[in-house]
């Protein structure tokens, strides 16, 4: 135990002199704290976050399993009502949690493989129910009852994952390097192997080139991508652990609100998220299965900007040298913005029944046009926001003297959350408004429908979320104020770790947790 401290008391102290000569010039440093081993870890948790087939978890509600739209909208509803009461509770749980392991490893770890073994049977309801109705009573049954097990189950391990991402390096120049290398490197190892497999195949399907079942072809994919990921996650999480200290109090529930209450940083991201959230969209997918007859178009599109995505983590260093995180926010969304709404108008022309966007020929090549473009800025929009959510956890430390990752997680999640299980319930109105057919062969469905699926996937979420824009003029923790953060915080962790080695007996040890606790950041 005498060696752990030791050895966060030299971390603090090496990270403040590091900081305070080289936080202006990122190249002045050349110090990590994070090992090999850990470093392959990160890559495959993210490459585990995207290697899965879910882009098409929509086909396979409505088409394989066959579940009721009107039937998904109102368990969305009430499925967010239990969603807000086992959020809050699994917030101050976590945040309350000490271990000789850390605060967040332990949910993750324990949680991870049960999840998984539990979410298969996601994938085996088309077999469990084969040949059943939409509004199949005994089938609506068990998919109300396991998508709130596997909510709650996956809450835990989702909270506690936020949290810990946040703490396994108290370097932010090193752990922003973390999320810039996972991001770049995961494109080349397969990420979205997967998923583009998949399309190639169940359009060979679709199109009866190849006679395979395409209820097996889901199950199969869906079991073994999920098994993959869990694997890969769970190697990253058992090799690495926490290394920013945590107060030896617990914060109690009133502390916990006042961290998100007066954490500017976290309501601003917040609020962009919540007023973006209003977007009435669905998955590009459809577009391209339901109106252009093939999901494989959407990789022969993206193709000439897959070089482009790679290259534009290189504009970072040079784009944050010239402008503020707040600036680079800003442009990432308006650049995008543009780029999809510039698709909608070309499409649009002719309009609904005799509108460029039925013709392929027309629209692939503006698609992979706009995939160019908007891919110019994919390396800002994959690391500035995952940026400013770590810094976020920072500030709540140097506010108010302690870290409560998890409530502030939660109290994010839950607006964005409640928000996105209703937008949800609407948009599944809405494809049964607008004449969606469940089961009908591809490019099948009528004019009408087909212009609301491209509609809802390229033009409609800009204009209904645009307003997620504003609060992003708002976002201050900048320049000198950030680098004046991290200096008191690097200062601050060494004294207390000094002080926590220094104390002899469980007396002084509470004197010190209780000094910490109460310390009056109101300066700030």
């Known amino acids: 135990m005498a060696e752990v401290k030791t050895e966060k008391a030299e971390t603090n102290r090496s990270l403040a002199v590091d900081y305070e000569k080289g936080v202006q010039n990122p190249l002045l440093r050349n110090r990590r704290y994070v090992g090999q081993k850990e470093r392959i870890g990160y890559l495959l948790n993210d490459v585990s976050a995207s290697f899965n087939i879910n882009k098409y978890k929509d086909r396979f509600i409505y088409d394989i399993v066959k579940l009721d739209f009107d039937f998904l909208a109102v368990f969305g509803l009430l499925a967010g009502v239990w969603d807000t009461l086992n959020d809050t509770v699994v917030g101050v749980i976590v945040d309350r949690t000490r271990t000789r392991w850390g605060k967040f490893k332990p949910y993750i770890l324990l949680g991870k493989i049960p999840l998984t073994l539990l979410g298969l049977w996601y994938w085996f309801m088309p077999i469990v129910f084969a040949d059943t109705g939409a509004n199949y009573v005994p089938k609506l049954i068990f998919y109300a009852v396991f998508s709130v097990i596997c909510e709650t189950a996956d809450t835990f391990t989702a909270v506690a994952g936020t949290g810990f991402m946040s703490t396994i390096t108290p370097d932010p120049i090193e752990r922003t390097g973390l999320i810039t290398m996972a991001n770049l490197v995961s494109g080349f190892v397969g990420e979205k192997l997967p998923e583009l497999t998949f399309g190639v195949l169940l359009d060979l399907v679709n199109n009866q080139v190849v006679q395979w079942n395409r209820t097996k072809l889901f199950v199969g994919f869906g079991i073994f991508t999920a098994v993959a990921s869990c694997a890969m996650s769970f190697y990253f999480i058992f090799v690495t652990r926490e290394r920013v200290s945590q107060t030896v109090e617990k914060p109690s529930i009133i502390q916990g609100l006042k961290a998100i209450v007066n954490n500017q940083p976290i309501l601003v991201y917040t609020l962009a998220e919540f007023l973006a959230g209003f977007a009435v969209s669905k998955s590009r997918t459809n577009y391209y299965i339901d109106v252009l007859g093939s999901a494989s178009y959407q990789t022969l599109v993206g193709i000439p900007a897959s070089p482009v995505s790679t290259l534009s983590y290189a504009f970072i260093a040079p784009v944050r040298k010239r402008f503020s995180t707040k600036a680079i926010w800003i442009l990432e ?34 698609m992979a046009v706009e995939e160019v473009f908007e891919m110019c800025v994919f390396g800002l929009r994959r690391v500035i926001p995952a940026e400013i959510l770590n810094e976020a956890m920072d500030y709540c430390e140097w506010k108010n003297g302690y870290r409560a990752e998890a409530m ?44 609301w699926i491209f509609a809802m996937s390229t033009g409609i979420p800009i204009i209904t979320g645009a307003l997620g824009i504003i609060p992003k003029f708002f976002h201050n923790l900048n320049g000198e104020k950030r680098d004046r953060m991290y200096q008191e915080l690097f200062a601050r962790r060494e004294a207390v770790q000094n002080a926590v080695e220094s104390a002899k007996d469980a007396e002084e040890l509470a004197a010190v947790a209780k000094a910490q606790m109460n310390a009056d950041y109101s300066s700030k």
């Open 333 to 366: 969304n308006v650049w995008t913005d543009v780029c999809w709404l510039t698709v909608f108008g070309i499409g649009s022309i002719g309009g609904m029944e005799h509108g460029l966007y039925k013709n392929k020929w027309v629209m692939l090549p503006v």
């Open 408 to 451: 502030t997680g939660v109290a994010r999640g839950l607006v964005t959350k409640l928000q996105g299980i209703a937008m949800t319930s609407i948009q599944n109105f809405i494809m049964k408004r607008i004449g969606y057919v469940q089961g009908l062969s591809i490019g099948t469905q009528a004019d009408s429908t087909k212009w």
